[in-house]
């Protein structure tokens, strides 16, 4: 059974970019367009292996979205990537914070990412 990795971002660039290297790679693939789209996607999905959200985003911003998902038990364990243009120590140390596993830095080098992707989800 493949991986299920549920991508949170406001830009359908970036959505479609993560999903295309994501999928090419065996993982299944559900997007969202911001955090409360992504919280509603989240809950309707049979399970999740892991989490990558951009921060800036309209109606629920990355932060919010990582925090509400890191209160209940069922995803307190499941791995949480950002993926950010905000790159600043304050931005890093505060995804970190609120239970984000790792911080990537937009633009990110598609095999760096795959790569991080496999180290969390440990395949």
Do not use: C
Not at 27 to 41: P, R
Not at 69 to 82: A, K, L, S
Request: proline share 3%; net charge neutral; hydrophobic share 40%.
């Amino acid at each position: 059974m493949s991986k299920q990795i549920l991508i949170v971002d406001d830009s359908k660039t970036v959505r479609n970019l993560v999903a295309f290297i994501m999928k090419k790679e065996g993982f299944k693939v559900t997007a969202a367009e911001d955090g409360l789209d992504g919280l509603e996607k989240l809950y309707s999905m049979e399970k999740v292996d892991l989490i990558i959200s951009d921060v800036n985003m309209p109606r629920m911003d990355g932060f919010t979205f990582i925090k509400t998902v890191r209160e209940q038990e069922t995803y307190r364990d499941v791995p949480i990537v950002i993926l950010s243009t905000e790159g600043q120590e304050k931005d890093i140390q505060q995804g970190l914070g609120l239970g984000a596993n790792l911080y990537m830095v937009k633009p990110a080098q598609p095999e760096k990412m795959v790569k991080n992707v496999r180290m969390l989800l440990g395949v």
